[in-house]
């Protein structure tokens, strides 16, 4: 084969199968640990940019959700507790595992869980009022072709939300950003999921993924429409939100 496409793993350039095959050994290695891990990468505050997402979204009951990369669950549990209809979605089945165990804990059984890439979703065209994606879209390979399925699968009207990891614009607090995610996180996750690379690469796929406005035109390029922003802790993570027309 000639020239096969290279993808960003980290900061390594890898094929795009092999980018897919190790993302999903990363989540593989983590599942058990996410949660606690999340609390103590982000100081819990990933709790608050979550409830903050489900707030910005204005979920209504029987309102018909997919949350792609959904993980664990937990912006599932939150658009539940809306009244919301859920369907997760994850190319991990480690992580719906984990997710699947804690909806049961909380007697949540009309929770849908389906294995799925973002990248090629088993779902008909026009069948969602919202898609949300959380702390996902920056680990899937194409990010372009899981933006047009989001946009195929959302009904017209419907409203596609993504929570990511985004660039901070203020010199100095990037500074404080930087030193903590580079020397901090990947040692947290040595010493308590005892997994320095899987967290090394968390991050480095931070410093990857398009920064707000050229995500905002991706979004428009793939079908969507009123595409914006906002910037939540001086855009260490971003709510980009649009609406397919
Ligand atoms: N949304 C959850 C949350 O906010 O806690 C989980 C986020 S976790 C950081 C990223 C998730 O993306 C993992 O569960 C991983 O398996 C999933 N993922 C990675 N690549 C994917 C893909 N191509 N399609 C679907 N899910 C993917």
Redesign the pocket.
């Known amino acids: 084969m000639q020239n096969p496409e290279r993808e960003w793993f980290g900061t390594r350039k890898v094929s795009a199968r092999e980018k897919?095959d190790l993302?999903?050994g990363v989540?593989d290695s983590v599942a058990d640990k996410?949660d606690l891990m999340?609390d103590l990468m982000s100081g819990g505050r990933?709790r608050l940019w979550?409830d903050r997402f489900v707030r910005q979204i204005r979920p209504r009951p029987g309102m018909k959700c997919l949350?792609?990369?959904?993980?664990?669950g937990?912006?599932a549990f939150r658009l539940k507790r809306k009244g919301a209809q859920v369907t997760v979605?994850?190319?991990?089945e480690e992580?719906l595992r984990v997710g699947r165990d804690r909806a049961i804990d909380r007697g949540w059984l009309a929770l849908e869980w389906v294995p799925?890439?973002?990248?090629d979703l088993p779902f008909d065209d026009e069948s969602f009022d919202l898609y949300t994606?959380?702390?996902?879209l920056r680990?899937?390979?194409h990010i372009d072709k899981?933006l047009a399925e989001a946009a195929r699968v959302l009904k017209p009207g419907g409203k596609f939300f993504c929570?990511e990891f985004s660039r901070v614009e203020e010199p100095f607090i990037a500074k404080i950003y930087d030193a903590w995610s580079f020397n901090v996180i990947p040692r947290i996750g040595a010493a308590v999921a005892k997994d320095r690379e899987s967290y090394q690469y968390l991050v480095e796929s931070i410093r990857k993924f398009p920064p707000q406005k050229q995500l905002v035109r991706r979004m428009a390029a793939a079908g969507l429409s009123q595409c914006r922003y906002t910037n939540l802790d001086f855009g260490v993570v971003a709510i980009h939100q649009g609406v397919k027309v």
Do not use: Q
Request: no cysteine; hydrophobic share 45%; aromatic share 8%.
């Open positions: 897919t993302v999903r989540f996410y999340n990933h979550k949350d792609v990369a959904g993980g664990t937990d912006i979605s994850d190319i991990n992580m799925a890439n973002a990248e994606i959380a702390f996902g680990n899937v390979t899981a929570l």
